[in-house]
């Protein structure tokens, strides 16, 4: 019996996340009230509260899996511990990452785009917590790969030059008048080779300078 009602609950926890994702990836979290969201759902208004502590951490949890969309904190785990060389670790982070930056306009893509342009509460909330556990892990990354040490003040900016191509496709691909949005419809090989050989050459260039 107990076990059915944790299943029931989980089914429910579900819909309520996945209508709440789309409606706000369409709508904004702003325009998006809880009675539409139950509505969508096919749930009590309650079981929002019930589910997620109240609206906020509802969206908290809209935010920690779109970004799990892109790349989940496990796999990032397993790739930085990994036996690949840094170079190849960061190929394989752009293959991993573009695949899902060139999966078209998703909700999860809607979302992150929204706060790019727009950030929340909620969103520094995850950046404090989910957020910097993974910024930790990109930043051992790309120091390996660029052969400064994590605490090197070029770092940061090395990082930002690393990560700003992918917030940019995240853009593009939401985004069909983008001057940039051609860029989605290319190989994701290809364009995952490009911005690592990209990468680090500009890696190379900065620990030259150091």
């Known amino acids: 019996m107990h076990r059915l009602r944790r299943s029931d609950g989980d089914v429910t926890k579900k819909k309520i996340l996945q209508s709440a994702a789309e409606l706000i990836a369409q709508h904004g979290f702003a325009m998006t009230s809880n009675k539409a969201i139950a509505e969508t759902a096919d749930v009590d208004l309650a079981s929002i ?15 920690t899996e779109a970004h799990r969309q892109y790349f989940d904190e496990q796999d990032l785990i397993d790739l930085v511990a990994s036996n690949l060389s840094p170079e190849d670790k960061l190929g394989m982070f752009f293959e991993k990452l573009v695949v899902k930056l060139l999966s078209g306009n998703t909700w999860y893509s809607q979302v992150l785009m929204r706060e790019l342009l727009a950030s929340s509460a909620q969103l520094n909330q995850f950046i404090e917590q989910d957020g910097a556990r993974k910024f930790i ?74």
């Open 137 to 210: 892990l990109v930043r051992q990354m790309i120091s390996d790969a660029s052969g400064l040490p994590v605490d090197h003040p070029q770092l940061l900016p090395c990082i930002l030059s690393v990560l700003a191509p992918c917030f940019m496709l995240i853009l593009a691909g939401s985004n069909p008048s983008s001057p940039l949005h051609s860029v989605s419809n290319m190989d994701a090989h290809d364009l995952a080779m490009h911005l690592k050989t990209f990468s680090l050459a500009g890696l190379t260039a900065i620990r030259g300078q150091s």
């Open 49 to 63: 509260n019930y589910h997620f502590k109240g609206r906020d951490g509802l969206y908290q949890a809209i935010l």
